[in-house]
């Protein structure tokens, strides 16, 4: 019999120069793949470069001016003309028009000519003058709560004002502290926390732009994955033409340091360079938002190779991610409270990096906090990196496995 000659490395050194020049290898393969695949080039450079200049520029204005309104006016007094020219001179609304009846009223709104309608009865002024209270109705689109916002608001602040006139016109006598005193029995100053706009683009974009770094690398991945398969005779995601492609950690690492490399730009373009050309809230320092930044792009990475086992063809990843950008929006608790999701919900978002990425990145950049001030955020990425990194090394085994089989059965 012919003795079979063994080919692998006998020295531990030698092994661990194989595989460092195998995770090498992968490395810069998977790099040049990452340039010369037309999707992955898309959404692992053109997307993140675009969405959040696109977002960030829709969303610049911050909050919503000059809403168009309409009024009916059946009481046609002088007090009611001064209740109206106030709210038009309010930076929220504009009356574009004033209206003989609701109908026609509400025709305006039902042609989005308008967005609103304030409604003066006939007694208005009568109940005033009665010493009676009167009352004005505001009816508003709520197809867009940035409308009500407005329209309430310039309404709630006229007819605070109003009510201070009136009670002042109604105590003569009165020294201007006196005045002050019946006016406002108790002073308070509205501070808005960590928005003094209340903008909607301080309020959104860091959430989206957050959301872009981990939906894109999803898709990247998931890209690369069905390509993989659709290339490889067997159906699976290492090539079997490619020897480097040899141990489950040099495949696992070589790949993630290729996305890592590529998203250092992406994470600085995003993070930091966006929010500063919009003019957007900056409270974080760089060195905190880098080296919180760290964790969550390697749970990213691992968590979107980890769930490219599922991708079987290059456009299943659009079938399979796409779609839940908005439910992990939701479950962030950023726009719907985390207090007020079901437990079960919950407990799904803390398996998505975007939940621990969204908040902390909030916590840092608009609240100004410290790194160990967030320091559950933050362990909670570098837990689910690990876990998502043993997790991409189990799917990557299985297919070392299923490949070594397969050719050994052939």
């Given at each position: 019999m012919a003795k079979s000659t063994i080919t692998q490395p006998k020295s531990l050194r030698a092994r661990a120069s194989k595989a460092l020049a195998d995770l090498v290898s992968i490395w810069g393969y998977e790099l040049r793949q990452s340039f010369r695949d037309t999707g992955m080039l898309i959404f692992?450079?053109?997307?993140?470069?675009?969405?959040?200049?696109?977002?960030?520029?829709?969303?610049?204005?911050?909050?919503?001016?000059?809403?168009?309104?309409?009024?009916?006016?059946?009481?046609?007094?002088?007090?009611?003309?001064?209740?109206?020219?106030?709210?038009?001179?309010?930076?929220?609304?504009?009356?574009?028009?004033?209206?003989?009846?609701?109908?026609?009223?509400?025709?305006?709104?039902?042609?989005?000519?308008?967005?609103?309608?304030?409604?003066?009865?006939?007694?208005?002024?009568?109940?005033?003058?009665?010493?009676?209270?009167?009352?004005?109705?505001?009816?508003?689109?709520?197809?867009?709560?940035?409308?009500?916002?407005?329209?309430?608001?310039?309404?709630?602040?006229?007819?605070?004002?109003?009510?201070?006139?009136?009670?002042?016109?109604?105590?003569?006598?009165?020294?201007?502290?006196?005045?002050?005193?019946?006016?406002?029995?108790?002073?308070?100053?509205?501070?808005?926390?960590?928005?003094?706009?209340?903008?909607?683009?301080?309020?959104?974009?860091?959430?989206?732009?957050?959301?872009?770094?981990?939906?894109?690398?999803?898709?990247?991945?998931?890209?690369?994955?069905?390509?993989?398969?659709?290339?490889?005779?067997?159906?699976?995601?290492?090539?079997?033409?490619?020897?480097?492609?040899?141990?489950?950690?040099?495949?696992?690492?070589?790949?993630?340091?290729?996305?890592?490399?590529?998203?250092?730009?992406?994470?600085?373009y995003t993070l930091v360079f966006v929010p500063a050309l919009f003019g957007f809230i900056q409270l974080a320092e760089v060195r905190d938002l880098l080296l919180f930044a760290l964790p969550y792009v390697l749970a990213c990475v691992f968590f979107a190779m980890t769930l490219s086992v599922f991708v079987r063809h290059r456009e299943t990843c659009m079938l399979v991610f796409v779609f839940t950008s908005v439910p992990l929006l939701f479950l962030s608790g950023v726009s719907w409270p985390a207090s007020s999701l079901p437990e079960v919900w919950r407990w799904v978002s803390y398996l998505v990096p975007s939940t621990f990425g969204i908040n902390g990145y909030i916590k840092l950049n608009s609240m100004g906090a410290k790194l160990e001030d967030i320091r559950w955020e933050y362990l909670a990425l570098w837990g689910q990196a690990l876990c998502y990194f043993v997790s991409s090394c189990a799917v990557y085994y299985l297919q070392l496995h299923r490949r070594t089989r397969e050719a050994k059965s052939a």
């Open positions: 692992f450079l053109i997307v993140p470069l675009v969405y959040p200049l696109l977002y960030s520029y829709i969303y610049s204005r911050e909050v919503v001016r000059e809403v168009p309104i309409v009024v009916v006016d059946h009481a046609a007094t002088a007090q009611s003309r001064e209740y109206l020219r106030r709210v038009q001179a309010t930076p929220e609304v504009s009356i574009v028009a004033t209206c003989a009846s609701m109908e026609e009223a509400k025709e305006y709104v039902r042609m989005r000519r308008a967005y609103g309608i304030i409604y003066m009865p006939r007694e208005f002024s009568q109940r005033l003058l009665r010493g009676e209270q009167s009352y004005v109705s505001v009816y508003c689109d709520m197809s867009s709560l940035l409308y009500y916002k407005s329209i309430l608001l310039s309404n709630t602040q006229v007819a605070l004002a109003m009510n201070k006139d009136i009670k002042l016109e109604r105590s003569p006598g009165l020294t201007a502290k006196q005045g002050e005193v019946l006016a406002y029995p108790i002073s308070y100053e509205e501070v808005g926390l960590y928005n003094p706009a209340s903008g909607f683009a301080s309020f959104l974009l860091p959430a989206v732009l957050i959301l872009i770094i981990q939906q894109t690398l999803l898709l990247g991945v998931g890209l690369s994955a069905g390509t993989a398969r659709e290339k490889n005779s067997l159906g699976e995601l290492i090539p079997v033409d490619n020897s480097h492609y040899a141990g489950t950690l040099r495949i696992v690492l070589g790949k993630a340091l290729a996305y890592v490399l590529v998203y250092v730009l992406v994470v600085l």
